[in-house]
Each structure stands twice: as structure tokens, then as C-alpha cells.
């Protein structure tokens, strides 16, 4: 049986790759023939390094199946090596060791201590990093369902009765003024 070797945007445009199979065999018959998909993290970096490292990185399943998305989507691979790069940032500043839920106000944390992990390296762009930071973090967790919204219920109260009474008695004046 030959063996093929297929490139990620294809592969998955065709038979939604998940980013965890060793080798697939795709057709029947005489027509049946193995591919060994590439990873979405083998699409984005060409240096085998650099590869490892993000092998390494925990998590690289949820990564996979969220960059595998983004590319599907049309994200630049240029656009993915800066999400991947954040990510295992999120990864390690969060203490990630398997997804859980969390909270909005916890990536806001994580990205305040991102800020200021950088700030001894670059002067530039500290605001820009913490929101793609909270960018980054969000999508990456709302793509898995792991974002928690706190839903706190605001009661009607009569504040707003006495501010407009307050406004009309005291700034707009009495009737006939």
C-alpha cells in the first residue's frame, strides 16, 4: 500500500483531521492508500526545534485541535505563530497542566502578570500585549467550552427614581422657573 504524505490544509478540508492519528488509510479497494497528516504545529514552524519545543508544551492536543481550527478558518500561518507562541505563555503563567474551567478574571490576572514579565524585556507595546494576552486566552478557552461567566444579577432598586428626582428638583429646577 503506498504511503503519501499530505499537507494539513487539504487533508483537513476533506476528512476533518483531529490532530491526534499517526496514519490514515483514506479510499477502497485498489484505490486505498495511508497518509500521514501534518500537524497544524508541523504547518506553522519549519525549524524541527522549534517543533519540539511546542511538542512539549503541555497541552499540545487542545492546541492542536484549536490551531487545526484556526487554519481551517484561514488564519495566516504568520497570525498562528504569534497564537502559539501566547499560548504556551497562557499555558505557563496559568499553570496549566490539563484545561479546567476558568473564570474571566483570571485570564485578566494572568495577563497583569504577563505585563509585567515583559516589561524588563520591552518597553513598547505593554497595553497591546495584555489584551492579546486576553485575546488569546479567551478565544483559545471559549473554543474548548472552559470560559466560566459569572452571572451576577443586578435588582431593580429606586436609585434611579431618586436620581431623576434629585435632577429635576434640584438641576433642572421647579415648574415654572
Same mark, same amino acid.
Given at each position: 500500500?503506498?504511503? $503519501?504524505?499530505? @499537507? $494539513?490544509?487539504?487533508?483537513?478540508? /476533506?476528512?476533518?483531521?483531529?490532530?491526534? #492519528?499517526?496514519?490514515?488509510?483514506? !479510499?477502497?479497494? #485498489? !484505490? %486505498?492508500? =495511508?497518509? $500521514?497528516?501534518? =500537524? #497544524?504545529?508541523?504547518?506553522?514552524?519549519?525549524?524541527?526545534?522549534?517543533?519540539? +519545543?511546542?511538542?512539549?508544551?503541555?497541552?499540545?492536543?487542545? /492546541?492542536?485541535?484549536?490551531?487545526?481550527?484556526?487554519? @481551517?478558518?484561514?488564519?495566516?500561518? +504568520?497570525?498562528?505563530?504569534?497564537?502559539? &507562541?501566547?499560548?504556551?505563555?497562557?499555558?505557563?503563567?496559568?499553570?496549566?497542566?490539563?484545561?479546567?474551567?476558568?473564570?474571566?478574571?483570571?485570564?485578566?490576572?494572568?495577563?497583569? /502578570? *504577563?505585563?509585567?514579565?515583559?516589561?524588563?524585556?520591552? +518597553?513598547? !507595546? %505593554?497595553?497591546?500585549? #495584555?489584551?492579546?494576552?486576553?485575546?488569546?486566552?479567551?478565544? *483559545?478557552? /471559549?473554543?474548548?467550552? +472552559?470560559?466560566?461567566? &459569572?452571572? &451576577?444579577?443586578?435588582?431593580? @432598586? @429606586?436609585?434611579?427614581?431618586? %436620581?431623576?428626582? $434629585?435632577?429635576?428638583?434640584?438641576?433642572?429646577?421647579?415648574? !415654572?422657573?
Amino acid at each position: 500500500m503506498p504511503i $503519501h504524505m499530505v @499537507d $494539513h490544509e487539504s487533508f483537513s478540508k /476533506r476528512n476533518r483531521y483531529s490532530g491526534n #492519528a499517526k496514519e490514515i488509510t483514506v !479510499g477502497r479497494g #485498489a !484505490g %486505498q492508500f =495511508t497518509v $500521514h497528516p501534518v =500537524t #497544524a504545529i508541523e504547518t506553522i514552524f519549519a525549524f524541527e526545534s522549534t517543533r519540539k +519545543r511546542q511538542q512539549a508544551t503541555p497541552l499540545l492536543k487542545q /492546541r492542536e485541535q484549536f490551531l487545526s481550527f484556526m487554519l @481551517d478558518q484561514g488564519t495566516t500561518i +504568520r497570525r498562528l505563530r504569534s497564537i502559539v &507562541s501566547m499560548l504556551i505563555h497562557i499555558i505557563r503563567l496559568m499553570k496549566f497542566e490539563a484545561l479546567r474551567d476558568v473564570e474571566i478574571e483570571e485570564v485578566e490576572v494572568a495577563a497583569a /502578570r *504577563w505585563v509585567i514579565e515583559i516589561e524588563s524585556k520591552n +518597553r513598547n !507595546g %505593554q497595553e497591546k500585549s #495584555a489584551t492579546l494576552f486576553t485575546y488569546v486566552a479567551l478565544k *483559545w478557552l /471559549r473554543f474548548h467550552n +472552559r470560559v466560566l461567566v &459569572s452571572s &451576577s444579577r443586578v435588582e431593580p @432598586d @429606586d436609585t434611579y427614581i431618586e %436620581q431623576f428626582i $434629585h435632577f429635576m428638583s434640584v438641576v433642572k429646577g421647579p415648574p !415654572g422657573r
